[in-house]
């Protein structure tokens, strides 16, 4: 079959964020959740399991640091890192996502226990995020970069929360939201930069069509992880 010419760097874009209509967003565990339908068992189950996927983040991100020889993505990239665990630097001192997570889960009514033992964690939610970490690890640098392009989406699915969630659960204190407050601009940063590696490496035809495939590797993930949540919490109609 002969080769079909590569896409703009525009086309491959809007390919690339086409790929948003198969995102959690649309998941019905999670129109649940973001209209109002939940109930505190769903909510706090959610949270717990999740938390699973927090932590697996940046030992994704140390692992695409690992694999990728250059300076300047690095020094870029080892941001999300500090985003998620936290820093102490020159006096500046910041307790970072995870913590901000396990605050979300406080305010849901968990104990920081029972957050962090992983307890509630069910074994399809450690599959599909293992399955992340894993293919960060093995995957050349630019592919598990392209991977993470799901938070293109995710600033709408955090907003949607900071929308709905004070409305429909006014029983979670709303510190509680602060984790998704900070993740709209962080995923906005993210993306600047992995974007720009994505339209720039994969530049053939045939490699713009495997970043497609990563990408929809990323959201099936993504998708799993709320399976295994209306498989363990049910979904209220
Ligand atoms: O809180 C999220 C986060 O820190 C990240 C990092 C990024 C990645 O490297 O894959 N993806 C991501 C996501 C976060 N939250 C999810 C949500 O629905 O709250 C969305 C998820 C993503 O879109 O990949």
């Known amino acids: 079959m002969p080769t079909e010419p590569a896409w703009s760097r525009?086309?491959?874009?809007?390919?690339?964020?086409?790929?948003?209509?198969?995102?959690h967003i649309y998941h019905p565990f999670n129109v649940m959740l973001n209209t109002g339908k939940a109930t505190p068992e769903q909510i706090r189950g959610w949270v717990a399991n999740r938390f699973y996927y927090q932590i697996a983040i940046p030992v994704k991100d140390a692992a695409v640091l690992s694999n990728c020889p250059d300076a300047d993505v690095r020094r870029g990239w080892v941001q999300r890192i500090l985003d998620h665990d936290g820093f102490e630097i020159g006096g500046t001192r910041d307790a970072g996502g995870t913590e901000a997570w396990i605050q979300l889960g406080i305010a849901t009514g968990l104990a920081r226990e029972e957050?962090?033992?992983?307890?509630?964690?069910?074994?399809?939610?450690?599959?599909?995020?293992?399955?992340?970490?894993?293919?960060?690890?093995?995957?050349?640098?630019?592919?598990?970069?392209?991977?993470?392009?799901?938070?293109?989406?995710?600033?709408?699915?955090?907003?949607?929360?900071?929308?709905n969630w004070p409305e429909h659960y006014p029983w979670i204190e709303s510190g509680g939201l602060q984790y998704f407050r900070q993740r709209v601009s962080q995923a906005?940063?993210?993306?600047e930069q992995g974007l720009t590696i994505t339209?720039?490496?994969?530049?053939?035809?045939?490699?713009?069509?495997?970043?497609?495939?990563?990408?929809?590797l990323k959201l099936d993930i993504l998708?799993?992880?709320?399976?295994?949540?209306?498989?363990?919490?049910g979904v209220n109609p």
């Open 10 to 23: 525009d086309e491959f874009e809007a390919q690339l964020r086409s790929k948003g209509a198969a995102y």
């Open 115 to 163: 957050i962090i033992d992983l307890r509630h964690v069910v074994p399809a939610m450690r599959f599909a995020v293992d399955a992340y970490v894993n293919f960060a690890r093995r995957s050349p640098w630019q592919e598990a970069v392209c991977s993470s392009l799901t938070e293109m989406f995710a600033p709408e699915i955090h907003k949607q929360r900071l929308a």
């Open 188 to 191: 906005r940063r993210d993306v």
């Open 199 to 216: 339209l720039d490496h994969f530049t053939t035809r045939a490699q713009q069509e495997r970043a497609l495939d990563i990408l929809q």
């Open 223 to 233: 998708w799993a992880m709320s399976d295994a949540m209306a498989n363990r919490y």
